[in-house]
């Protein structure tokens, strides 16, 4: 079975639409959804109702989180408290609900899914260096543990040092971000994994980023948080 996953899509219509028109061309059976479908873009309510006509596999972020409920952003930096309690004033009270009930990490066909780290998922802990990894190995028990957060795509073995996946050996595998990205690099990013090829890839594209930047703009958002999606930062 061919999957995708996506994740950090922070209201980020025009990458997530490209990402699944990409998606839909490479023959992916099901998706997976790490959380962060809101916060910073210009559009939470859209960018919803397409992930959820898309999958029914979708994890909880942290921006989600903050959205509907503002007293889980206190240590957000000023432009995401921002967009945090504009995207609270957008979202229609079904899509709170629905947010609501998620969770922030789930197991799924024997491997793990989380949207910062496996270790205490619902502290929102980073996963950034290779030994933020090494801690993280013990806390999840299937070979590899997809998760997002960070923005940054990366592949993380528990012997420290393979980048190629391969069976018999654990591993963390971040796939980037579909609306942010913070590698310095602003395509999309997202990643597919074959469960029986066992073959994992990392998906970069261009997508109309000067249309979402300008959208984040008219909606009165910070002008940082639009002008980072054209840098990847």
């Not at 999958?55 to 989600?64: A, F, M, P, V, Y």
């Not at 190995?137 to 590899?144: E, K, R």
Request: glycine share 8%; hydrophobic share 35%.
């Amino acid at each position: 079975m061919r999957i995708a996953i996506i994740s950090d899509i922070h209201s980020n219509l025009e990458a997530l639409e490209k990402s699944l028109e990409l998606i839909k061309g490479l023959g992916i059976e099901e998706i997976v959804c790490l959380g962060d479908i809101v916060g910073y873009g210009a559009n939470p309510n859209e960018c919803l109702d397409l992930v959820r006509q898309t999958t029914s596999h979708i994890l909880l972020g942290n921006h989600d989180e903050a959205a509907v409920d503002l007293d889980k952003m206190a240590y957000f930096n000023p432009y995401a408290r921002i967009a945090a309690e504009w995207t609270n004033q957008q979202l229609k009270d079904e899509k709170k609900v629905f947010i609501q009930g998620l969770t922030p990490s789930k197991q799924i066909w024997g491997l793990d899914f989380a949207h910062s780290s496996p270790f205490e998922p619902e502290e929102w802990h980073y996963i950034i260096t290779a030994e933020d990894a090494q801690q993280n190995i013990p806390a999840f028990s299937a070979p590899i543990c997809f998760f997002g957060h960070s923005h940054i795509p990366g592949i993380f073995c528990e012997d420290s040092t393979s980048r190629e996946v391969t069976r018999g050996k654990k591993y963390l595998i971040n796939v980037g971000s579909i609306g942010q990205p913070r590698d310095g690099d602003w395509r999309l990013s997202f990643g597919t994994f074959d469960t029986d090829s066992w073959r994992y890839e990392n998906v970069r594209s261009e997508y109309d980023v000067k249309k979402a930047s300008s959208k984040i703009r008219k909606a009165g958002l910070p002008k940082m948080l639009a002008d980072r999606i054209l840098l990847g930062r």
